[in-house]
């Protein structure tokens, strides 16, 4: 191969070159890199990186991350709507509804809307909170407010019981005598 540098090149620049020129050498497979589920997992972080990840937290699972990955261009694409909300947290946590103003009863403050998180053991703490609060800000119209609520949902049956009993009643005549 021909150097490409110039006839004044130091010493270091054509040491670099012979060090450049032996590592292309070895073949890389970019295209299972740049696929979500194809990645390996140590690499997922500049991934995130490359498609423009605003929160990456090292705790979430791998799945978590992946589906991140995933949805990434979604979400960029639809970035200041409802649904790009929706679809952020969703990563975080499928069971997650929105309700906007125009959906509550009675209707609610214009460009305001509500986050909904089910009762879960991971809705209770304070980082799936703080998650969840901080993609809702980055992916939400900048005018719009919102408040995040947890709802608590009970289930129980109601169970009716009744007995009948059978009595019979006789009159009794008294005659005086």
Known sequence: MSSLLPPNATAMEKSIEDV??????HPVEIR?????DTCPAELLPWLAWAL?????RPYWSEATKRQRIRDAIAIQRRKGTA???????AALDPNVTIREWWQAEPRGVPHSFEVILPET???????????????????????SQFAVTTERS??????????????TFRRLGCIEA
């Open 20 to 25: 450049t020129a032996r590592a292309s050498d």
């Open 32 to 36: 299972p890199v740049w696929n979500a």
């Open 52 to 56: 423009s990840i605003d929160t990456w």
């Open 83 to 89: 649904r790009a909300v929706l679809d952020a947290v």
């Open 121 to 143: 053991q991971q809705a209770d703490t304070e980082t799936y909170t703080r998650d969840i609060f901080s993609e809702v800000s980055r992916t939400k119209p900048v005018r």
């Open 154 to 167: 009970v289930t129980g049956a109601l169970g009716i019981l009744g007995a009948v009993r059978v009595v």
